[in-house]
């Protein structure tokens, strides 16, 4: 192969990325909210989570970019692991939308001659539409004319490679099959893109560069390469997001495997179906069969077995937040015998009294706590109460003494109190930084009385009753005098509401906080 045509090759796949950045980045401007909606929505069941993770692929021509964003949703709590990973099986299938266009828009006719137009048209559009929304779809619609353009080149390339005497030697070597899946393999890894890979080597062996087997081989690696842009995306992220960079891994490398190990059976039945469906007998066509219907079958046989792998994988990158979020005493065994039961209940309640203690002292104590590292904390201990109250519903209140009746009643009502107490300890933080800022003025001395009050309530020492006694005036000084200040112009209206906002909420935490340390005898008993 010449120096030419080597340039001329990677020109063509320079142009192909640009072209798929080009029109995933204007297609997911152009649908906005939309996409993310759709995803968000269409995965309340597993079948429902494949098909929107199918759709939305072909849509934005990127496997990947639907993969973090679902990571994205994982991250935020948005999406549960089980449905996660049926968007991410269904985004495989999606992603062989690729090797169609690249088969049969691709080499059906003279593709210089639609570039151009359709290029133009884009740019015009990009440059001259008023709407933001319109300007996406024009530079989307260029990048559908780039693609065109770089397919040409990398058609020209390897059609003109294939005549050369490397390439006869090439075909004339029996190399095994996995060779040129690492080739695939490698080719994503380094282009970040499955599709720019698949591209090349559907047009290697529609060029006569590559046969057939050895062509599919490369197409199950570049599926298996695409798995990287989620192993990257992973990097800090939360052990949910982790578990589905794993589970992506792990759909690809098994469907792969299958496909490889099959590889001749698969290929006479992509031969077979091409007849059937009266499709054009082209090497091109065969790949883009082959690519389908073995993401479809993986998908197919995966898909079922989602819950199960969620729970495997569940077990996996456990952080400490998620271990305190698990219970240690509450046994299902334990239902029948509700002394057994109540007494367990005893035992989380504890824990859970500690950890809503150690969330509180950490807000009002840790000088380089922000609130981002506060709420993984927060949502434990939420888990951790949750599981409490199912664990009480379990509990056949008919077959209990009046008196366990009455201990699991102050149960429920604790978590309620422990509930509404840590999730506003986010006020905490704020209340201490207003702290901060009004220091040297006229309410230095009651906002630090204030603060002083919350911290003492940790106290497992405190009497609750004299301590709302105490707290109450003082808070009303701080309102007062902070409307004060609001009205003088001292300070601004909407820093002094948000001050206020969180004085409020810190006094609500400080009276659910009391209560539930009142009831603490009681329920841990």
């Known amino acids: 192969m010449t120096t030419a045509l080597v340039f ?13 950045q080009m029109m995933t980045n204007g297609l997911k401007a152009f649908a906005g909210p939309q996409l993310r909606n759709l995803l968000g929505n269409w995965t309340r069941t597993p079948l429902r989570g494949l098909a929107a993770g199918a759709l939305i692929t072909a849509v934005v021509q990127s496997s990947g970019a639907v993969t973090v964003a679902t990571i994205g949703f994982v991250n935020a709590g948005l999406l549960s692991l089980k449905h996660a990973l049926s968007v991410v099986f269904g985004s495989n ?51 559908f004319g780039l693609f065109f353009l770089g397919l040409g ?34 080719l994503t890894v380094v282009t970040q893109s499955s599709s720019a890979a698949l591209a090349m080597v559907l047009t ?41 960079a794993v589970g992506h891994i792990g759909f690809n490398a098994v469907t792969g495997l299958i496909a490889l190990v099959m590889l001749p059976a698969m290929l006479w039945l992509v031969n077979a179906l091409a007849r059937w469906l009266m499709l054009e007998a082209s090497p091109a066509i065969s790949l883009a069969l082959f690519h389908t219907l073995f993401n479809i079958f993986g998908a197919a046989m995966m898909l079922p077995f989602a819950p199960r792998i969620a729970h495997y994988l569940g077990r996996l990158f456990r952080s400490a937040e998620e271990d305190n979020a698990r219970p240690r005493h509450l ?14 209940l005893g035992q989380e309640m504890k824990r859970l009294y500690g950890l809503v203690n150690g969330v509180l002292r950490a807000a009002l104590h840790r000088e380089d706590l922000k609130p981002a590292l506060l709420t993984p904390q927060i949502e434990s201990c939420q888990q951790l109460n949750q599981a409490i109250t199912d664990y009480v519903a379990k ?45 040297g003025g006229p309410l230095a001395a009651d906002m630090k009385h204030f603060i002083d009050l919350l911290a003492a309530a940790m106290d497992p020492h405190t009497v609750p009753e004299q301590l709302l006694d105490e707290a109450e005036p003082v ?14 112009r001292a300070v601004s209206i909407p820093q002094g509401e948000a001050v206020l906002d969180d004085l409020s909420a810190s006094r609500r935490l400080l009276h659910q906080w009391l209560k539930a340390t009142r009831l603490r005898p009681q329920v841990t008993r």
């Open 8 to 20: 001329q090759g990677l020109g063509g796949l320079a142009l192909f990325l640009l072209a798929m």
């Open 93 to 143: 299938v999606g992603t062989t939308m690729t090797g169609w266009l690249v088969s049969l828009v691709g080499f059906g006719f003279n593709v210089e001659r639609v570039a151009l137009p359709i290029l133009t048209a884009g740019v015009a559009m990009k440059l001259m539409a008023g709407s933001h929304r319109l300007q996406s779809l024009g530079e989307s619609l260029a990048g």
């Open 153 to 186: 080149l990398l058609q020209s390339t390897f059609g003109s490679a294939a005549q050369g005497s490397e390439a006869q030697a090439l075909l004339a070597n029996s190399y095994h099959p996995l060779v040129f899946l690492g080739i695939g393999f490698g």
């Open 204 to 244: 290697a062996a529609a060029g006569g560069l590559l046969q057939l087997e050895s062509a599919a081989a490369a197409v199950i690696g570049a599926n298996l390469g695409s798995t990287s842009t989620a192993a990257f995306a992973t990097v800090g992220a939360t052990a949910n997001a982790r578990r589905l």
């Open 331 to 344: 046994d299902d065994t334990l239902v029948s015998t509700p002394e057994l039961a109540v007494s367990a």
């Open 395 to 439: 509990v056949r209140a008919e077959k209990l003494p009046d008196d366990l009746v009455e201990q699991l009643t102050w149960v429920v009502r604790t978590c309620r109190y422990l509930s509404d107490a840590v999730t506003l300890a986010g006020h905490l933080l704020a209340v201490r930084s207003a702290g901060q800022e009004l220091a």
């Open 475 to 488: 808070y009303q000084a701080l309102k007062a005098g902070l409307l004060n200040l609001m009205v003088r």
